[in-house]
């Protein structure tokens, strides 16, 4: 029996402990995107360690040249998303109050902005799975699940996210996220 398809948008992908040696080692992805043809996400939890304005020529507002920039995923690292929020988002479309945009025009509006409750963060590249990849990588267990929120993406700190959300889930996810991360320390 063919189980009908679920969409993972607007859920964390959490690695399970099975990605070790990956890109995606202790990793936090957020599902902007899900359907039958395939998922986009962005990794919530990895940093260029660079600021947008080092690495985007645009001219862009101050506020925006600022914000650190992340590393969305393996795919394409040229191709820019970013996500924002605003306490006054109704169509959101990842989550409540959370927007996935690709325009550089959008993120010059957003700059812009005097929102003080806008938050953004701007990301180079993404992960991305085409039909059937990522139902079959959750069928190995290299994911778990769990409901994003605004605040696991701006509020924790990325180096921290991992950790917080496996402690968030509670049980054998809070046991992992306090081992080391190569076992053979232990």
């Known amino acids: 029996m063919v189980e009908p398809f679920k969409s993972l948008r607007g859920q964390l992908l959490i690695d399970s402990g099975n990605l070790a040696g990956s890109f995606f080692s202790r990793t936090v992805v957020l599902l902007c995107q899900h359907s039958q043809e395939g998922a986009f996400g962005l990794t919530l939890n990895r940093s260029t360690e660079k600021t947008v304005g080092e690495m985007i020529v645009e001219d862009l507002p101050e506020r925006i040249c600022e914000q650190d920039l992340s590393i969305g995923g393996p795919v394409q690292a040229q191709a820019m998303s970013f996500l924002h929020s605003d306490d006054y988002l109704p169509d959101a479309n990842v989550i409540p109050n959370l927007n996935l945009e690709h325009s550089l025009d959008e993120l010059l509006e957003l700059g812009g902005s005097f929102s003080v ?47 917080a959300v496996m402690i968030e889930m509670g049980g054998v996810h809070k046991l992992m996220a306090d081992a080391p991360e190569d076992i053979s320390w232990n």
């Open 117 to 163: 409750t806008q938050q953004v963060r701007i990301f180079a590249g993404y992960a991305g799975w085409g039909e059937g990849q990522l139902e079959d990588e959750m069928k190995r267990k290299a994911w778990v699940t769990h409901p994003a929120s605004v605040d696991h993406v701006f509020a924790i700190p990325p180096g921290q996210l991992w950790r």
